[in-house]
């Protein structure tokens, strides 16, 4: 099948558009700020040509918020995502969160008031999927579905055509300036478990997330770098409540090993500690539970 193309309208969640030659498909539509911007970069690489569906990785806002204005712009699409995904779209909290993270972010990336009213209703799931589930695009490309939770119950990852994998955030989430960092905010035995299952795959073509296309030169070692990145944060996370830190001393540890300039540029202050806090969490009630993944310590292969 083709290379997907990057529509991204703007620092955060990436997206990209499948073209099977005969239908397209959305994978992602990322921040609400970014739409304008990304629907502009979406009719010009589709040059008059509809969009069919759109693949969502998970629920949270820097994924999906921009999809009330992709409806909008395209009535018909069917979006794909896990029922879990489905039933978060139904909660008023949850809709609550997206809206004001979405609002910090148009701040944070200097573009305040760029979010026009949108319809709540607008954000949901129209069929769920789960593990072994495909949808097909036509011209031989079909989109397989793997259940990889971890970085939220609702993660899903796609291989499309065999040939490319979009990883959920699950397995890690890459830098622009190349690091790889975990993202376990549900289950850090679940995200090493979702890795394994990923990388067993053996898809030739990775498209990581929040960075795209992982080079060739890469690819051999990413799977490794990922696993190694989330049991890295794992035991510096257990080895600081060892030292009689409280969460928010952990936090702070946390921030001044794992947190550089560039993760700063690319992330908003309130998403890191919101993200940091649930992987301390989910980190310390696995040990204390005695939970670990079934394939830590074995080959990725």
Known sequence: MKQPIEVTGGP??????LDSGEKTALYDCGMAYCAPVML?????????????????????????????????????VVVYGSDHARQVFERPGALETIR??????????????????????????DVPVGEGD???LGGGVAVRVLATPGHTR??????????????????CYKSLSGAVYPAFL????????????????????????????????ETPGYWQACLDSILESRDFILAA??????????????????????????????????????????????????IRS????KPLD
């Open 12 to 17: 955060g969640g990436s997206v990209f558009l």
């Open 40 to 76: 502009e970069r979406l009719r010009t690489v589709l040059a008059g040509r509809t969009l069919d569906c759109m693949f969502i990785s998970h629920s949270h806002y820097d994924h999906i918020a921009a999809m009330p204005y992709l409806r909008q712009a395209y009535p018909k």
């Open 100 to 125: 004001m993270l979405s609002q910090e972010a148009a701040e944070y990336y200097g573009a305040p008031g760029s979010m026009p009213p949108y319809d709540d209703d607008l954000l949901k799931v």
């Open 134 to 136: 495909a949808v097909d």
């Open 154 to 171: 609702c993660c899903l990852t796609f291989v499309a055509g065999e040939e490319y994998i979009f990883p959920s955030e699950t397995t």
């Open 186 to 217: 549900s289950g850090c035995a679940d995200a090493v478990t979702s890795l394994y299952h990923c990388a067993r795959q053996h898809i030739p073509r990775i498209m990581a997330p929040h960075y795209g296309l992982v080079s060739q030169a």
């Open 241 to 290: 409540g060892r030292r009689g830190l409280d969460e928010e001393g952990i936090i702070k540890a946390y921030e001044d090993r794992f947190r550089d300039d560039e993760i700063r540029a690319e992330q908003p202050d309130t998403a890191f500690v919101i993200n940091t806090r649930a992987m301390i969490r989910t980190t310390l009630r696995e040990d204390a539970a005695g």
């Open 294 to 297: 079934p394939y830590e310590g």
